[in-house]
């Protein structure tokens, strides 16, 4: 499982740069570059309910599924990089998010 750092800060499930959720989908299926990526999982904190309330524990390391196959960490829809780090500190929806980890093979 790879460090996860995320900066949409946005997001639910975000706790000081860490995941609550848990895991992760990473999309990007015909992806060149990482700003053709995006985290599918962000949810915006509208402020009416905490992922505290349904969510696990903040965590570095995460289970990443990613369906962008032109990447080079990529290996059965699962992403094997050492560190991923999710950007998108402005981000309103998952659109506005991307895997900054994202090489092209």
């Known amino acids: 499982m790879p460090f996860l750092s995320c900066s949409a800060v946005k ?3 975000n706790d000081d740069h860490y995941c609550q959720k848990g895991d992760i989908l ?3 299926n015909h992806a060149q570059e990482p700003s053709e990526t995006c985290c ?3 949810r915006e904190d509208n402020g009416e309910m905490t992922a505290k309330n349904f969510a696990g524990e ?3 390391k995460i289970l990443v599924d990613c369906t962008a196959c032109n990447c080079r960490y ?3 829809e699962k992403c094997h990089a050492e ?3 999710i950007a998108g ?3 309103c929806q998952c ?3 991307e895997c900054s980890t994202f090489d092209k093979e």
């Open 26 to 28: 990473v999309e990007g």
């Open 40 to 42: 599918s999982s962000f």
């Open 89 to 91: 500190s402005s981000a």
């Open 83 to 85: 560190k991923i780090a």
């Open 58 to 60: 903040p965590s570095g």
């Open 74 to 76: 990529n290996r059965e």
């Open 11 to 13: 997001c639910i499930y």
């Open 95 to 97: 659109r506005q998010t």
